[in-house]
């Protein structure tokens, strides 16, 4: 009786693109063997995964940008149960030296893999947090959009003509608001003030359009958090806000962070050992989510203003001789510690 032969493992390797996905297999002992490039559709998808099985028994797939271009192709990878590893680009000086391709980029994804040098796993994108993700990402924009209007309003203020300056308060963002409301232009728009009057007018219910849209999606956000972890805005200086920008950062599988570590580099939390000789230090971490860092550091300031046992610690540490913004760094390590077991 023959045996039949064993499949030849391979891992794959693909540069996602907005409209098309170029692919590329390479065998385990690092020799390549074939690249293509499929639309990034459904079907495509579907193509893609039966092309790189063609070739033998799949180890792993990593795939750059699975959080932007490639989360749709990740997402079909997992369901298929396989595993798929997040890709960064090539560095610089990599690419100076070997160039750059949509076929190279596919082949050095794969031997990332191969190699070890490519370990994350990617978020799942598939359940409630991908939602809260997506509803506050609309928050944010709508924040910044809302102090954009502010600041036009207050910029129209400093240069509008000096009798209707005077009538206009300019300390409180809502009350300016209100008083541009108020406005009623009246005359040729050709004179200065009642064109002013109007622009004011029209900030004004940008503004308040921008207000209810925010105030909607904090309701929304606040059912969702709370019905995803609940014991997460239990715990002190953790409201809707942060516990939503944690919640995307950790992502529907919270299981691929597997130590309180990794968490907090995830975070940008954890100190980068900067010793050498005799010197022994470590320097501040500029990686990770940045506005995983701020929830944070919103969590730290608001402990420090209002947490009993958090203002006895800074006090303790100041007397150390530790500057405040080392001690908030300090802080922020302990709460990604105490966030991560939940």
């Known amino acids: 009786m023959t045996k039949k032969p064993k499949k030849r493992r391979i891992a794959g390797g ?16 690092g020799r390549r063997l074939a690249d293509a490039e499929f639309p990034a559709t459904a079907a495509g998808y579907a193509e893609l995964l039966a092309w ?21 192709l990740a997402r079909h990878l997992r369901g298929q149960d396989l595993r798929v590893i997040e890709v960064n680009r090539p560095d610089r000086r990599q690419r100076r030296a070997k160039g750059k391709s949509d076929p190279l980029d596919a082949y050095a994804a794969a031997e990332a893999v191969l190699a070890g040098r490519a370990s994350a796993v990617p978020k799942a994108g ?27 309003m207050k910029a129209l203020v400093v240069t509008a003509p000096v009798e209707l300056r005077e ?3 300019t300390r ?5 608001a209100d008083a541009c409301a108020r406005l009623r232009p009246a005359g040729d728009l050709a004179d200065p003030a009642q064109g002013v ?10 503004h308040r359009s921008l207000t209810a849209e925010i105030t909607d999606a904090d309701a929304q956000l606040a059912v969702l958090v709370k019905q995803a972890r609940p014991d997460l805005l239990a715990v002190r200086g953790v409201g809707v806000e942060t516990a939503a920008q944690l919640l995307s950062t950790c992502g529907d599988n919270p299981d691929r962070l597997n130590s309180e570590a990794a968490f907090a580099s995830l975070c940008g939390v954890s100190p980068v050992p900067a010793s050498s000789g005799k010197t022994k230090r470590h320097r501040l971490n500029r990686g990770g989510d940045r506005q995983a860092n701020r929830a944070l550091y919103m969590i730290a300031i608001t402990r420090m203003g209002h947490d009993a046992d958090t203002r006895a610690y800074v006090a303790r540490r100041t007397t150390d001789g530790l500057s405040t913004k080392e001690i908030i760094r300090c802080l922020k390590r302990y709460i990604a ?3 991560y077991k939940l």
């Not at 693909?14 to 002992?29: E, K, R, S």
């Not at 790189?52 to 749709?72: D, I, P, Q, W």
């Not at 409180?172 to 300016?176: G, R």
């Open 167 to 169: 009538q206009l308060p």
């Open 52 to 72: 790189l099985r063609s070739f033998g028994r799949l180890h792993a797939v990593g795939v750059e940008g699975t959080g932007s271009y490639g989360a749709a």
């Open 197 to 206: 009057k109007v622009a004011l007018r029209r900030l004004a219910s940008r």
């Open 337 to 339: 510690r105490e966030l």
């Open 14 to 29: 693909v540069d996602t693109h907005a409209d098309t996905h170029h692919a590329a297999v390479v065998l385990m002992n």
């Open 126 to 152: 598939d359940g409630i947090v991908e939602s809260i993700r997506a509803l506050h990402l609309v928050r944010t924009g709508a924040i910044k959009a809302r102090t954009a209007c502010v600041n036009e």
């Open 172 to 176: 409180s963002a809502i009350k300016l």
